[in-house]
């Protein structure tokens, strides 16, 4: 049997995202698979989860000879966790496959000779990757850090990325390298006069997301402030030459 292993860590994420690129990538699984899903904290690997237990039991009953997900860190963040996992599954059969780790499909085909270091390998660099980012991604948020006020702390004050609407309507978390690109786009297309309905037209298409009139305000707004405080301090940066001036 195949699955299908979904994990969100918030409300907010939304699950068919996950599904629609595992899909994309293996479409002979549409009706062809059992879905199964967890909501929880990335930095809950130890914590239970309930339909990942099923798989497990699933796997070591050798009835499930498949497992897909998004992405490996889906399974466990942590690496040794996640090497464990892949050991547990080799010495029952079962294959896992992710569609942004697609490129160790190969590696999964090879002798086990050079799979079972290679794989060893490659699990322990993305695994050391992603713990670092998340490691990163908490420091961020605890402590505060903000860039220029917009673009590093939303509106609501949510650090390091925003929430916003999908083209379906479902909040979706935008990361903050997403929330950069718009928000660039966003001041270009203003200062090239274009209207706003077209500047949302431009955003939808662009990064499936559906902002509001109200956000390209605010960017405009924003910028207005920051040209503002720069022409502040550049007018008071020459009232004190001048004074220095007349001090000499």
Known sequence: MKVIYIRTS???????????????????LQGNSEIYQDKQSAWKDTAYRESFE?????IQAKNISDIYVWD????????????EFFRFCKEHGCLIHSVRQHFAESIMNMDDNFREPLLDMLISMLGWLSE??????????????????FK?????????????????????EVPFE???????????????????????????KKYSIAISLMYITRVKKHE?????????????????????????
């Open 132 to 149: 670092e980012e998340s490691t990163k991604k908490s420091e961020r948020v605890k402590n505060a850090v903000v860039d220029d006020g």
């Open 72 to 83: 490996w860190d889906r399974l466990f963040r942590n690496r040794e966790r996640l090497q």
């Open 178 to 204: 997403t929330i950069d690109s718009m928000y660039k786009d966003i001041v270009k297309l203003i200062d090239k006069g274009r209207k706003y309905a077209l500047i949302q037209k431009h955003i939808a």
């Open 224 to 248: 207005l402030d920051k040209e503002t405080t720069r022409k502040r301090k550049k007018d008071g940066h020459k009232d004190n030459k001048k004074e220095e001036s007349k001090q000499v």
């Open 10 to 28: 918030t409300k907010e994420q939304n699950p068919k995202i996950q599904l629609r690129d595992i899909y994309k990538q293996w479409e002979e």
């Open 152 to 172: 590093r702390t939303s509106f609501r004050k949510n650090k390091w990325g925003d929430k916003l609407r999908d083209l379906e309507g479902n909040m979706v």
């Open 54 to 58: 099923k798989i497990r039991e699933g």
